[in-house]
Every structure is written in structure tokens, then in C-alpha cells.
């Protein structure tokens, strides 16, 4: 199970599941697989103000 992010800005969260396909990240890629270059699709955020989301425990 990959991790998911959250944008500390706009609340995004990038899930690995569905990447971002408008910036070429394709569906199943990891957040720290992007390139230091890649953005916030919602507010335009750097990658550094992105921070791990906890996973709840079934």
C-alpha cells in the first residue's frame, strides 16, 4: 500500500492511486517519486509543505 500526502496549504491529498495525470504522474507512482519541480494541482504548493497522512488501522 502506497502512502498517501497532504497538502498543509489546501488540504489536497495526493493519493498514489490516481497519480496526476494533467502533470505527466502517472497512476500508481509514489509522492517521493516526484520531482522536486512537481506542485500542488489545487494551490500550487511546493512538494516541501506536503506531509504524510496517517493511515487508520483496520
Given at each position: 500500500m502506497?502512502e498517501?500526502?497532504?497538502?498543509?496549504v489546501?488540504?489536497?491529498?495526493?493519493?498514489p492511486?490516481e497519480?496526476?495525470p494533467?502533470a505527466?504522474?502517472?497512476?500508481?507512482t509514489?509522492?517521493t517519486?516526484?520531482?522536486g519541480?512537481?506542485?500542488?494541482?489545487?494551490?500550487?504548493?511546493?512538494?516541501?509543505?506536503f506531509?504524510?497522512?496517517?493511515?487508520?488501522?483496520?
Open positions: 502506497m498517501k500526502f497532504v497538502c498543509r489546501c488540504g489536497y491529498i495526493y493519493d492511486a497519480g496526476d494533467d505527466g504522474i502517472s497512476p500508481g509514489a509522492f517519486s516526484h520531482p519541480t512537481w506542485h500542488c494541482p489545487v494551490c500550487g504548493s511546493p512538494k516541501e509543505k506531509t504524510l497522512m496517517e493511515q487508520e488501522v483496520q
